[in-house]
Every structure is written in structure tokens, then in C-alpha cells.
């Protein structure tokens, strides 16, 4: 199979139960160029080594390939999106990256995630009590989705009432980005979404900034920290980063999590026994079954010289995340999924300057959800296997995961050690 192919079954939709054969057919060649001028990085110390690159741009305006797709409007960003520190170079990035951070955690908010473990275990806890009486769950609508979605929205102090309205069109601009849609229908979408998340976005911006409230929201909207406060349309684009990376990845950490456990009875009755295994377990979920499988739209900045390959300066590259966590040059026996193997450095979060800002968020709630799934279900079974996915080959997890329960173990069983974690 050429690299090419290789590239091309990995985007095809029938291809998304199973796309590692294909990351290891592009291993063979850890920097590939295809076609149309752009290159796939999928070798782990390539792919480690360009995340730490200065010599690499996120800025998606200076990106040929994304210009041809569409994914940059009049405004430079994604038509009707405002731009965030996702798609800043610094020192832009490092400046509003250091605004949001501020509020979120250390050394200045060490307290803002870890302060709502007890609120992510009562959600959980709620949604699984809610499981009570049925024989037949869904892991993505039943707890994999809405635990994430209620932690960031109060997280940010986005109202219950309005997270319905944010879901219709972040729903609509995740659309945007199947790669079975023509590109105008692409471009639709993303334009129609972007324009009502951001009038929605500047709503509530509006709001907290009127009234603040002990929230990440109110507290950037009223920052008056040594750069200044950010300006409207940095704290519309923040906001809406925040909102949609808390909804599109943990969700798939979770149900990716569950659907693994299911695979590996003796993993999910060790985390029954042992709930400090789900510190060590989740890392291993984030490099065996990783949310966020690619990151598109890199830029050369220079010519640079990469595992016997030169990137032109210009040129457009993509970093396939999930095949370096997978490369058996990084870690042995990479297609096992082994909780607690040692060292493992997995590219789950990304790296260098863009390293995941809700890390630490993420993984504790996954660690509560997973430790949950485990103690309540009841002779959990998967209905179906592989379950649908989701279309994006990116973000990429169950559009739903049915399994079939035997009853729910009351909430007290649950013990979660505070010293495991
Ligand atoms: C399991 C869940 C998650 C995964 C797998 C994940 C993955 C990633 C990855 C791979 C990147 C790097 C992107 C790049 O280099 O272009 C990233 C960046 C980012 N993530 Fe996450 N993420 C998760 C959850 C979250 C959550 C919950 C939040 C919000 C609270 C969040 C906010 C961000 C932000 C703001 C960035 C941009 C950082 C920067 O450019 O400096 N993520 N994430």
C-alpha cells in the first residue's frame, strides 16, 4: 500500500473502528509527503521533536492547506470564529495563554480543578443512579457526554439553560469537519456555526462581565493582571475554545476508556479492586485510544530536515498523534494495553508550547468516571463491537456505546482513596 492510500483509508469513515494498521503502514516512512504538496509525521520522536520546534507555526493564517480547505476566512481565523491561543505563535500565544492560565490553575488558581473534584463526583454519581432500574445504558449519552459538558460549563459559568443552545452549533461546526462533506458544504456549516457561537459567546461575555461571578469566565473578563485585559473578541474566541474542548475530548477519553475496559475484563475488575489504578490507566487510555488523534495545519517556517525528509519552508504538515503513541521504536509492545507500564510519555495531550491547558481537568475526570463505571455496573457487556463512531477522524471516539447491565450498586460502594490520587 503506497502512503498515500495509506492516508487516504485513515480518513475514510469505514476505517474508524480500526485506523492503527494504516498509522503503521505510515510509520514505514515517519515523514511522508503526499500528493498535494502536505506532509504526515507519525514517527514518535519526529512528531515529539516538531511539537517542540521554534521553527513550527500554528498561526492557521499562514497555512496553504488550510487556505485550500477553507479553514481560514477574511478574518484569518475559521469564517465567523474569533482567533484564540490554540492558532497563536508567541509570543500572542504565550501572552493570552498566560491570561486564561491565570484563572485555571497554578501558581496563581492551583484550586479551580481540583476544587471541583467532590462536584465531578456528584455528577457522576447522579448520572449513574440515574442508570438504576434499566438493563441497557449508553455510556456516550449517559455519562461520557454530560459529565464533561455540565463540569466546563459551570466551570465557566455557562447557565444550564443556555448549554443546549451552544450544543446545536458546536454540534454544526464539529459536522464541519468530516472530511465526507464537499468543501462548501464545509465551509457552510463552520461559517453558520461560528457566527452563532460567537453572538452567543459575546452574550454571556457580556453578562460576566457586568455581574462576575466565581467563575473562569467572569474571572478573564475582569483581569487585571500585568498584560491587560484581553479585548472582546480574545475573550469570545477564549471562551469558546474552553466550552468546545471541554465537549469534544474528554467525552471520548471516557467512552473510549469504557469501550477498553469492556475489552479487558481482568483491566476493569483490576480497577474494581484497586481504585488507584485509574491514575496510571487513564495515561495509558490517552496513548492507546487517544480523543485527539491528529493535529492538522502545521506550518514550516524554515526548511527543516526530519528523519531523512526536508519540510519546505511553507509547507503544510499534519502531526498523527495517535500512530507516535503506537510506534514500537517509543514503547514495546505499543498495540497492548498494559495500565500500568512504565514511562509512559504518550503524545495523548500534544506537547511543547501548545500541551493541553485542561489537561489536569480532563484527567481527573475521566480517572472519577472510569473508577464509577467500574464499581457500579453490574456485569457490564457491550451490545455491540466495534460500536459506531463518531465522523471525525480526529477527535475521534463512539458516537454511542450500548452495553447491557445487570442492576447498579448503590453510590456508597464507591470509596475513592483521596491519597491515590
Ligand atoms: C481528554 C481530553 C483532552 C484531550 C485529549 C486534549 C488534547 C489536546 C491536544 C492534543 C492539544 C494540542 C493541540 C495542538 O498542539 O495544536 C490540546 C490543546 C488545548 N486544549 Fe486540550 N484536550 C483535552 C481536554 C481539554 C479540556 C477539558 C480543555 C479545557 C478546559 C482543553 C483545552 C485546550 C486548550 C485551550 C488547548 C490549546 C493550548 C495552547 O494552544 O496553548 N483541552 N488539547
Known amino acids: ?15 474508524r473502528a480500526n485506523p492503527y494498521p494504516f498509522y503503521a503502514e505510515l510509520r514505514k516512512t515517519p515523514v511522508t509527503r503526499l500528493p498535494d504538496g502536505t506532509y504526515v ?12 520546534d521554534p521553527r513550527v507555526s500554528s498561526d492557521i493564517t499562514l497555512n496553504p492547506a488550510a487556505a485550500a480547505a477553507g479553514a481560514t476566512g477574511d478574518d484569518g481565523e475559521g469564517p465567523g470564529m474569533s482567533p484564540t491561543f490554540l492558532s497563536m505563535d508567541p509570543p500572542d500565544h504565550d501572552k493570552f495563554r498566560r491570561i486564561a492560565m491565570r484563572h485555571f490553575g497554578p501558581p496563581t488558581t492551583p484550586g479551580r480543578v481540583a476544587g471541583m473534584e467532590p462536584r465531578m463526583t456528584e455528577i457522576a454519581t447522579e448520572l449513574i443512579d440515574n442508570m438504576a432500574g434499566r438493563t441497557r445504558i449508553d455510556v456516550v449519552d449517559d455519562l461520557a457526554y454530560p459529565l464533561p459538558v455540565t463540569v466546563i460549563c459551570e466551570l465557566l459559568g455557562v447557565p444550564p439553560g443556555d448549554e443546549q ?16 462533506l464537499d468543501p462548501e458544504t464545509q465551509q457552510k456549516k463552520r461559517a453558520e456555526a461560528g457566527k452563532e457561537l460567537r453572538s452567543l459567546m459575546e452574550d454571556l461575555v457580556e453578562d460576566h462581565r457586568q455581574a462576575p461571578g466565581n467563575d473562569l469566565l467572569s474571572a478573564m473578563a475582569t483581569d487585571d493582571g500585568p498584560e491587560g485585559r484581553m479585548s472582546a473578541e480574545q475573550l469570545v474566541g477564549t471562551g469558546l475554545l474552553l466550552l468546545i474542548a471541554g465537549h469534544e475530548t474528554t467525552v471520548n477519553l471516557i467512552a473510549n476508556g469504557a469501550l477498553t475496559l469492556l475489552r479487558h475484563p481482568h483491566e476493569l475488575q483490576r480497577l474494581r479492586n484497586d481504585p488507584g489504578l485509574a491514575i496510571p490507566m487513564v495515561e495509558e487510555l490517552l496513548r492507546y485510544e487517544p480523543p485527539v488523534h491528529f493535529v492538522p495545519f502545521r506550518t514550516a517556517l524554515d526548511d527543516i530536515e526530519i528523519a531523512g525528509t526536508t519540510i519546505p519552508a511553507g509547507s503544510s504538515f499534519t502531526l498523527l498523534l495517535a500512530a507516535g503513541n503506537r510506534d514500537p521504536a517509543h514503547v514495546p509492545n505499543p498495540e497492548l494495553f498494559i495500565p500500568d507500564r512504565p514511562n509512559n510519555q504518550h503524545l495523548g495531550f500534544g506537547g511543547g508550547i501548545h500541551l493541553c491547558f485542561g489537561a489536569p481537568l480532563a484527567r ?4 472519577i468516571a472510569l473508577t464509577e463505571f467500574a464499581n457500579r455496573l ?3 457487556r457491550l451490545v455491540t463491537d466495534p460500536p459506531p463512531y463518531r465522523p471525525s477522524p480526529f477527535l475521534r471516539g463512539p458516537s454511542h456505546l450500548q452495553v447491557d447491565i445487570d442492576g447498579v450498586a448503590e453510590a456508597a460502594k464507591t470509596v475513592r482513596s483521596k491519597g491515590d490520587i
Open 1 to 15: 500500500m503506497s502512503q498515500a492510500s495509506a492516508w487516504e483509508q485513515i480518513l475514510d469513515y469505514s476505517n
Open 41 to 52: 509525521v507519525s514517527g514518535y520522536a519526529e512528531i515529539a521533536s516538531l511539537l517542540h
Open 165 to 180: 443552545r451552544f450544543r446545536i452549533w458546536i454540534d454544526m461546526a464539529l459536522q464541519s469537519t468530516d472530511p465526507g
Open 364 to 367: 481527573l475526570e475521566a480517572q
Open 378 to 380: 453490574e456485569n457490564p
